[in-house]
């Protein structure tokens, strides 16, 4: 063997041997992925620039949905190789190798680089699978306990619900019997008190039966219309406390549905006794009706501070209020949103611009039940 071939042979053997060890070190990057997905790509990238034959010319550009990598500038002109990172079947990203074009060709990007490169997309292709499968199972897992701790949180309410029910029923009627019997003023008005919180605290009780879901739903034909009217008619003490008004939208076609009567005003009371506290004094709220396709639709609007964002996704959560103590029990929003789900449909929180907060609920129209079934719907 001549001198030139060994020198041949040589180059060849300690191209492999990069090749080897960049696979080798790719796997380890891999296998010791700390949480930070950006680390570990620009640690591959290195991994990769360092296997060329030319490593100090090389640039490594990667993307992958998100996450964008770069080990240095892109030459203005550059000959590449390239291979496309598959994810569950679907191109999600490259791996890219760079050379100036004034000082390098497609020539120079050897076979073995391009096997190499595949190899590695195909490494890294597996290592976003395996992230997104780990995600979804922490999430997974997550909604389990949820569930569990919610299922729980009924069962415990449920009970002291029913616990509460007998004492608070004796008080009323011990109560009333006292004030028809006793003519003092002063009596009179204590006894009154008693009434008026023993009222609230059984209407507390109504609300921790229907988050439980021990209340029995008792759908009939109503129109639906009517009922929010009805409403909006009795709380209207509420709004000229604050000096507001109130605005009913709705066109003149029939909005009649097969629903609980009684759950649709617990829906509009807590909506509307939620829009009146957030309103300042003199503002308007907003009652819209309307129908999309097999769909009602009820959305009710204030003129608050809104929602932020932060609390998005707690305001739903049983015993969540921002009201101070005494003015709020926390269930109303989660009494809504169990009535809405227990009925196969939605429930949102949008801005309304400039000020304030849109409830927008959605619940598909049962006409006849029994021959019509109640189907759920994405919003």
């Given at each position: 063997m001549d001198k030139m071939q060994k020198s041949s042979v040589e180059h060849k053997l300690r191209e492999r041997v990069k090749e080897l060890t960049c696979l080798y070190d790719v796997t380890s990057a891999v296998l010791q992925h700390d949480g930070t997905i950006d680390v570990t790509l620009d640690r591959i990238c290195n991994i990769v620039k360092a296997a060329y034959q030319y490593p100090n010319d090389a640039v490594i550009e990667l993307w992958l949905e998100s996450h964008y990598i770069l080990t240095a500038a892109i030459p203005l002109s550059s000959v590449t190789q390239v291979s496309a990172i598959n994810v569950f079947d679907e191109d999600l990203g490259f791996i890219k190798v760079h050379y100036n074009m004034e000082l390098y060709s497609s020539a120079h990007f050897l076979d073995e680089e391009q096997l190499l490169l595949d190899k590695v997309a195909h490494e890294i292709g597996n290592f976003f699978e395996k992230l997104i499968i780990m995600e979804r199972e922490k999430l997974f897992q997550s909604n389990i306990a949820q569930a569990d701790r919610r299922a729980v949180l009924h069962e415990i309410t449920a009970g002291i619900a029913h616990e509460l029910n007998t004492p608070l029923a004796n008080i009323l009627g011990f109560a009333e019997l006292i004030k028809e019997n006793d003519l003092s003023v002063q009596i009179n008005e204590d006894v009154s008190k008693i009434i008026k919180s023993a009222i609230y605290s059984r209407e507390i009780v109504k609300k921790l039966l229907l988050f439980s879901g021990e209340m029995p739903s008792n759908p009939e034909v109503i129109d639906v219309k009517e009922s929010i009217l009805q409403c909006l008619s009795i709380l209207s003490p509420n709004f000229r406390k604050k000096n507001l008004d109130f605005i009913f939208i709705c066109d003149d076609q029939s909005y009649i549905m097969f629903f609980d009567n009684i759950q649709?005003?617990?829906?509009?009371?807590?909506?509307?006794?939620?829009?009146?506290?957030?309103?300042?004094?003199?503002?308007?709220?907003?009652?819209?009706?309307?129908?999309?396709?097999?769909?009602?639709?009820?959305?009710?609007?204030?003129?608050?501070?809104?929602?932020?964002?932060?609390?998005?996704?707690?305001?739903?959560?049983?015993?969540?209020?921002?009201?101070?103590?005494?003015?709020?029990?926390?269930?109303?929003?989660?009494?809504?949103?169990?009535?809405?789900?227990?009925?196969?449909?939605?429930?949102?929180?949008?801005?309304?611009?400039?000020?304030?907060?849109?409830?927008?609920?959605?619940?598909p129209i049962i006409k006849k039940y029994g021959i019509e079934e109640r189907k759920s719907f994405d919003s």
């Open positions: 649709l005003t617990q829906i509009i009371f807590n909506l509307a006794l939620n829009a009146i506290y957030a309103s300042p004094d003199g503002g308007i709220i907003k009652v819209r009706l309307y129908k999309e396709k097999r769909v009602m639709v009820i959305e009710m609007e204030d003129e608050g501070e809104g929602v932020p964002e932060k609390l998005m996704s707690k305001v739903f959560e049983p015993f969540f209020t921002t009201k101070p103590v005494g003015v709020g029990t926390g269930l109303g929003l989660s009494v809504v949103q169990g009535i809405v789900k227990t009925n196969g449909g939605t429930i949102q929180i949008l801005a309304n611009k400039p000020l304030g907060a849109v409830f927008k609920i959605r619940l």
